[in-house]
Protein backbone atom coordinates (compact mmCIF):
# COMPACT_ATOMS: atom_id res chain seq x y z
CA UNK A 1 0.00 0.00 0.00
CA UNK A 2 1.25 3.50 -0.87
CA UNK A 3 1.94 5.49 2.56
CA UNK A 4 4.08 7.37 4.68
CA UNK A 5 5.89 5.59 7.79
CA UNK A 6 7.15 7.07 10.20
CA UNK A 7 9.54 5.47 12.90
CA UNK A 8 10.13 4.33 15.55
CA UNK A 9 6.53 5.58 17.40
CA UNK A 10 8.03 5.85 20.63
CA UNK A 11 11.60 6.99 21.81
CA UNK A 12 13.36 8.44 24.21
CA UNK A 13 16.60 10.21 24.72
CA UNK A 14 19.43 11.37 27.25
CA UNK A 15 20.38 14.51 27.68
CA UNK A 16 23.15 15.75 25.88
CA UNK A 17 21.98 12.49 22.83
CA UNK A 18 21.44 13.11 19.29
CA UNK A 19 18.69 11.08 17.93
CA UNK A 20 17.15 10.69 14.24
CA UNK A 21 13.62 10.20 13.66
CA UNK A 22 12.63 8.33 10.25
CA UNK A 23 10.24 9.15 7.97
CA UNK A 24 9.65 7.12 4.55
CA UNK A 25 7.26 7.47 1.60
CA UNK A 26 6.36 5.50 -1.26
CA UNK A 27 4.08 8.17 -2.70
CA UNK A 28 6.86 9.58 -5.15
CA UNK A 29 6.18 12.66 -3.45
CA UNK A 30 9.20 15.26 -4.05
CA UNK A 31 8.09 17.75 -1.17
CA UNK A 32 8.85 16.45 2.44
CA UNK A 33 7.72 18.40 5.94
CA UNK A 34 8.88 18.28 9.69
CA UNK A 35 6.12 19.22 12.16
CA UNK A 36 6.54 19.31 15.78
CA UNK A 37 3.78 19.01 17.99
CA UNK A 38 3.22 20.36 21.74
CA UNK A 39 0.88 19.19 23.94
CA UNK A 40 -2.89 21.48 23.58
CA UNK A 41 -0.73 22.85 20.55
CA UNK A 42 -0.93 23.54 16.75
CA UNK A 43 2.13 22.08 14.11
CA UNK A 44 5.07 24.11 13.76
CA UNK A 45 7.30 23.48 11.37
CA UNK A 46 10.75 22.27 11.37
CA UNK A 47 12.19 21.34 7.89
CA UNK A 48 11.02 21.17 4.74
CA UNK A 49 12.31 19.69 1.32
CA UNK A 50 10.70 20.24 -2.14
CA UNK A 51 12.95 18.15 -4.15
CA UNK A 52 16.01 15.66 -3.24
CA UNK A 53 19.31 17.08 -2.13
CA UNK A 54 16.82 20.18 -1.42
CA UNK A 55 15.77 21.45 2.16
CA UNK A 56 14.57 24.26 3.71
CA UNK A 57 14.71 25.72 6.98
CA UNK A 58 11.17 25.95 8.84
CA UNK A 59 10.08 28.24 11.77
CA UNK A 60 11.71 26.33 14.20
CA UNK A 61 14.59 24.84 12.89
CA UNK A 62 17.25 25.46 15.86
CA UNK A 63 18.80 22.81 17.11
CA UNK A 64 17.34 19.99 14.35
CA UNK A 65 19.41 18.75 10.83
CA UNK A 66 17.84 16.82 7.70
CA UNK A 67 18.97 15.20 5.26
CA UNK A 68 17.23 14.71 1.61
CA UNK A 69 19.43 11.92 -0.42
CA UNK A 70 16.87 10.04 -1.80
CA UNK A 71 12.99 10.90 -2.89
CA UNK A 72 11.72 8.43 -0.24
CA UNK A 73 13.72 9.46 2.57
CA UNK A 74 13.67 12.60 4.61
CA UNK A 75 15.44 11.45 8.19
CA UNK A 76 15.49 14.33 11.11
CA UNK A 77 17.66 14.49 13.92
CA UNK A 78 17.02 16.22 16.74
CA UNK A 79 20.78 17.06 18.23
CA UNK A 80 21.57 18.15 21.73
CA UNK A 81 21.52 21.58 21.04
CA UNK A 82 17.60 21.50 20.85
CA UNK A 83 16.77 22.51 24.68
CA UNK A 84 13.13 21.17 25.06
CA UNK A 85 12.77 18.12 22.90
CA UNK A 86 9.90 16.61 24.06
CA UNK A 87 7.27 16.87 21.08
CA UNK A 88 5.24 14.67 18.99
CA UNK A 89 7.07 14.89 15.49
CA UNK A 90 5.06 14.32 12.32
CA UNK A 91 5.92 13.71 9.20
CA UNK A 92 4.13 15.05 5.36
CA UNK A 93 4.93 14.87 2.12
CA UNK A 94 3.32 15.98 -0.90
CA UNK A 95 3.50 16.31 -4.58
CA UNK A 96 4.88 20.04 -5.48
CA UNK A 97 2.61 22.43 -5.78
CA UNK A 98 2.16 23.19 -9.60
CA UNK A 99 1.06 19.42 -10.12
CA UNK A 100 -2.34 19.84 -11.85
CA UNK A 101 -4.18 17.10 -9.83
CA UNK A 102 -3.92 15.77 -6.75
CA UNK A 103 -1.91 18.32 -4.37
CA UNK A 104 -3.11 16.61 -1.11
CA UNK A 105 -0.14 16.06 1.88
CA UNK A 106 -0.75 13.22 3.73
CA UNK A 107 1.19 12.53 7.12
CA UNK A 108 2.60 9.87 8.93
CA UNK A 109 1.41 8.45 12.51
CA UNK A 110 3.91 10.39 14.14
CA UNK A 111 7.25 9.37 16.85
CA UNK A 112 6.60 10.73 20.46
CA UNK A 113 10.18 11.90 21.83
CA UNK A 114 11.00 12.32 25.44
CA UNK A 115 13.83 13.26 27.12
CA UNK A 116 14.85 10.76 30.25
CA UNK B 1 4.92 35.70 6.72
CA UNK B 2 1.89 33.34 6.21
CA UNK B 3 -0.06 33.03 9.90
CA UNK B 4 -3.07 30.81 9.74
CA UNK B 5 -5.46 31.49 12.37
CA UNK B 6 -8.49 28.96 13.53
CA UNK B 7 -10.99 30.42 16.09
CA UNK B 8 -12.71 29.03 18.16
CA UNK B 9 -10.02 26.92 19.42
CA UNK B 10 -12.81 24.69 21.62
CA UNK B 11 -16.11 23.66 20.44
CA UNK B 12 -18.60 21.88 22.42
CA UNK B 13 -21.85 21.04 20.96
CA UNK B 14 -24.97 18.53 21.22
CA UNK B 15 -24.96 15.55 18.81
CA UNK B 16 -26.96 16.42 15.70
CA UNK B 17 -25.98 20.35 16.14
CA UNK B 18 -23.84 21.20 12.85
CA UNK B 19 -20.50 22.52 13.15
CA UNK B 20 -18.95 25.08 11.87
CA UNK B 21 -15.24 25.51 11.72
CA UNK B 22 -13.40 28.53 11.11
CA UNK B 23 -9.72 29.61 9.61
CA UNK B 24 -8.10 32.67 8.73
CA UNK B 25 -4.91 33.18 6.77
CA UNK B 26 -2.87 36.49 6.07
CA UNK B 27 -2.03 35.88 3.02
CA UNK B 28 -3.81 35.35 -0.01
CA UNK B 29 -1.37 33.68 -2.57
CA UNK B 30 -2.05 30.22 -1.77
CA UNK B 31 -2.44 26.94 -4.18
CA UNK B 32 -4.57 25.17 -1.84
CA UNK B 33 -6.27 24.85 1.37
CA UNK B 34 -6.65 21.60 4.05
CA UNK B 35 -8.30 20.09 6.81
CA UNK B 36 -7.69 17.48 8.72
CA UNK B 37 -8.80 15.88 11.49
CA UNK B 38 -6.49 14.41 14.03
CA UNK B 39 -7.71 12.18 16.70
CA UNK B 40 -5.70 12.07 20.32
CA UNK B 41 -1.90 11.08 20.05
CA UNK B 42 -1.96 10.06 16.00
CA UNK B 43 -1.35 11.53 12.84
CA UNK B 44 -3.14 13.52 10.99
CA UNK B 45 -5.92 12.31 8.23
CA UNK B 46 -7.16 14.55 5.10
CA UNK B 47 -10.30 15.82 5.07
CA UNK B 48 -10.96 17.99 2.28
CA UNK B 49 -8.37 19.69 0.08
CA UNK B 50 -9.71 22.80 -1.71
CA UNK B 51 -7.06 24.07 -4.80
CA UNK B 52 -6.99 28.15 -5.00
CA UNK B 53 -9.47 28.72 -7.63
CA UNK B 54 -12.18 26.50 -5.97
CA UNK B 55 -14.94 27.76 -3.93
CA UNK B 56 -15.83 24.66 -2.01
CA UNK B 57 -15.46 20.92 -1.52
CA UNK B 58 -17.88 18.16 -0.33
CA UNK B 59 -17.43 14.77 1.17
CA UNK B 60 -20.19 13.18 2.80
CA UNK B 61 -21.31 15.18 5.76
CA UNK B 62 -18.24 17.76 4.88
CA UNK B 63 -18.42 20.97 3.25
CA UNK B 64 -15.40 23.32 3.42
CA UNK B 65 -15.49 26.82 1.31
CA UNK B 66 -13.04 29.12 0.28
CA UNK B 67 -13.00 32.78 -0.10
CA UNK B 68 -9.23 33.46 -1.14
CA UNK B 69 -9.51 37.27 -1.31
CA UNK B 70 -10.94 37.49 2.30
CA UNK B 71 -8.69 34.80 3.70
CA UNK B 72 -11.23 32.70 4.99
CA UNK B 73 -12.41 29.06 4.97
CA UNK B 74 -14.98 27.36 6.85
CA UNK B 75 -15.98 23.75 7.66
CA UNK B 76 -19.14 22.77 7.82
CA UNK B 77 -19.81 19.15 9.26
CA UNK B 78 -23.55 18.28 9.22
CA UNK B 79 -25.66 16.79 12.04
CA UNK B 80 -22.56 16.20 14.00
CA UNK B 81 -22.14 12.60 16.17
CA UNK B 82 -20.12 12.08 18.83
CA UNK B 83 -17.58 9.99 16.41
CA UNK B 84 -16.45 13.44 15.09
CA UNK B 85 -15.11 14.46 18.17
CA UNK B 86 -11.41 15.37 17.21
CA UNK B 87 -9.22 18.24 16.91
CA UNK B 88 -9.88 19.99 13.38
CA UNK B 89 -7.00 21.81 11.38
CA UNK B 90 -6.72 23.47 8.64
CA UNK B 91 -3.22 23.98 6.58
CA UNK B 92 -2.44 26.27 3.84
CA UNK B 93 0.24 25.77 0.86
CA UNK B 94 1.53 28.67 -0.41
CA UNK B 95 5.28 29.59 -2.52
CA UNK B 96 8.21 27.20 -2.33
CA UNK B 97 5.66 24.47 -1.48
CA UNK B 98 5.38 25.79 2.06
CA UNK B 99 2.63 24.05 4.43
CA UNK B 100 1.76 26.51 7.09
CA UNK B 101 -0.88 25.40 9.71
CA UNK B 102 -3.06 26.82 12.27
CA UNK B 103 -3.60 26.30 15.88
CA UNK B 104 -6.89 23.67 15.72
CA UNK B 105 -10.03 23.29 16.59
CA UNK B 106 -10.44 20.53 19.73
CA UNK B 107 -14.61 19.72 19.12
CA UNK B 108 -16.40 17.35 21.54
CA UNK B 109 -19.51 16.23 20.48
CA UNK B 110 -21.70 15.06 23.25
CA UNK B 111 -24.42 12.11 23.26
Known amino acids: DGGITQSPKYLFRKEGQNVTLSCEQN?????MYWYRQDPGQGLRLIYY???????QKGDIAEGYSVSREKKESFPLTVTSAQKNPTAFYLC???????????????FGQGTRLTVV | KQEVTQIPAALSVPEGENLVLNCSFT??????LQWFRQDPGKGLTSLLL?????REQTSGRLNASLDKSSGRSTLYIAASQPGDSATYLC??????????FGGGTRVLVKP
Open chain 2, 27 to 32: DSAIYN
Open chain 2, 91 to 100: AVKAAGNKLT
Open chain 1, 49 to 55: SQIVNDF
Open chain 1, 92 to 106: ASSPRAGVPLNTEAF
Open chain 2, 50 to 54: IQSSQ
Open chain 1, 27 to 31: LNHDA
